[in-house]
C-alpha cells in the first residue's frame, strides 16, 4: 500500500485548457463565468463556474495594551452576527498594505503602530480566484471615529488574547480567512505564562 501512495503522490497534475469562456453575472459584488474546460487527458468539463472577486485584505490589530481590535456584524448570507476581523476589498489602484490600513481606520477607527502581512490565503481556489492578504498591525490607537459605508452597520470590540483562542477553541469563528491568520498568529506568538 505503502508503494501506491507514493505513486499516487508522484503523479504530475498538469492545468487544464479553457476552451471557451462566458460571464453569466457581471454586477459590483457578484461576477461569475462559466468557462468549458479541457482536463489534460482530454476529457471536457463543459461547466466549471468561477467567482471573479477582487483581492481582499484582512487586519489582526493588536492595542499598544495588547488587546485584538475585532468588529462584530451580521452576516446575512449565513444569517448570523459575527466577531471577525477588520476586512475589505482592495481598490482598483490601491495596494494591499494601503488598503489594509484604510479598512482599519474606516471600519474601527484605529491607526499607526507597526504593520506586516503575515500569509496571504485563497478562499477557494477551485472556484474563486482571488487572495487575501493577511496583516499583522502592532501598536494600533483609536485615532478616529468610524467612517462606515452606507451599507455597514458595524461595532467595535477590543478582546484579551485570551477570549480570542477560546472564540477560535469553541468554533466562533465561522470566517476561514480569518481563522487562519488567527491560528497563526497564536502558533507564531506563544503565550507567556
Not at 500569509?119 to 490607537?141: K, R, W, Y
Amino acid at each position: 500500500m505503502n508503494e501506491n501512495l507514493n505513486f499516487i503522490m508522484a503523479k504530475e497534475i498538469k492545468k487544464w485548457t479553457t476552451l471557451e469562456s462566458r460571464y453569466i453575472i457581471q454586477r459590483p459584488w457578484l461576477t461569475a463565468r462559466v468557462d468549458k474546460v479541457q482536463l489534460p487527458d482530454g476529457r471536457i468539463n463543459p461547466e466549471h463556474y468561477v467567482l471573479e472577486y477582487p483581492e481582499w485584505v484582512n487586519i489582526i490589530a493588536i492595542t499598544r495594551e495588547g488587546e485584538f481590535v475585532m468588529v462584530r456584524q451580521y452576516r446575512h448570507a449565513m444569517d448570523i452576527v459575527l466577531d471577525e476581523l477588520c476586512a475589505g476589498v482592495v481598490e482598483e489602484g490601491e495596494a494591499p498594505l494601503q488598503a489594509a490600513r484604510r479598512e482599519l481606520l474606516e471600519e474601527t477607527g484605529y491607526g499607526g503602530g507597526t504593520w506586516r502581512e503575515i500569509m496571504t490565503v485563497g478562499q477557494n481556489p477551485s472556484i474563486c480566484d482571488n487572495i487575501t492578504h493577511c496583516f499583522l498591525a502592532e501598536g494600533v490607537e483609536r485615532v478616529s471615529d468610524q467612517h462606515l459605508d452606507a451599507s455597514e452597520d458595524i461595532a467595535v470590540l477590543l478582546l484579551t488574547r485570551d477570549e480570542v483562542e477560546a472564540m477560535l477553541r469553541e468554533n466562533r469563528q465561522l470566517q476561514a480567512l480569518m481563522a487562519a491568520p488567527l491560528w497563526r498568529y497564536l502558533a507564531e506568538h506563544p503565550k507567556i505564562s
